[in-house]
């Protein structure tokens, strides 16, 4: 129904910046709310921002005022723009779509490694 494909992560030193895309294919029309997660080994997938269909933006404490969502709905792409990053943000970050109507359902991308050297 819905393909994700990560891409922008690499190694950066603190206090960089790196911005993640997430490139949407398939029945991209019936996205609704799309998201950010990131896993660390051994920890549970963790909510990092969100964005609703209507623009609206969540993000978890740890980032707030750091990273920024958006997306381009014309390019069907979702963006992840990290700034300010720490050492704590190592994790493989990987993009998420709620779609509605056939296929209802959340559909995740395969990842990509963020590392932040101190």
């Known amino acids: 129904q819905v393909q994700l494909v990560e891409s922008g992560g690499g190694l950066v030193q603190a206090g960089g910046s790196l911005r993640l895309s997430c490139a949407a294919s398939?029945?991209?029309?019936?996205?609704?709310?799309m998201s950010w997660h990131r896993q660390t080994p051994g920890k549970e997938r963790e909510l990092v921002a969100s964005i609703g269909d209507g623009g609206s933006t969540k993000y978890a404490d740890a980032v707030k005022g750091r990273f920024t969502i958006s997306r381009d709905n014309a390019k069907n792409t979702l963006y992840l723009q990290m700034n300010s990053l720490k050492p704590e943000d190592t994790a493989v970050y990987y993009c998420?779509?709620?779609?509605?109507?056939?296929?209802?359902?959340?559909?995740w991308g395969q990842g990509t490694q963020v590392t932040v050297s101190s």
């Open positions: 398939g029945r991209t029309a019936s996205i609704t709310y």
């Open positions: 998420n779509a709620y779609i509605i109507r056939v296929g209802k359902g959340h559909y």
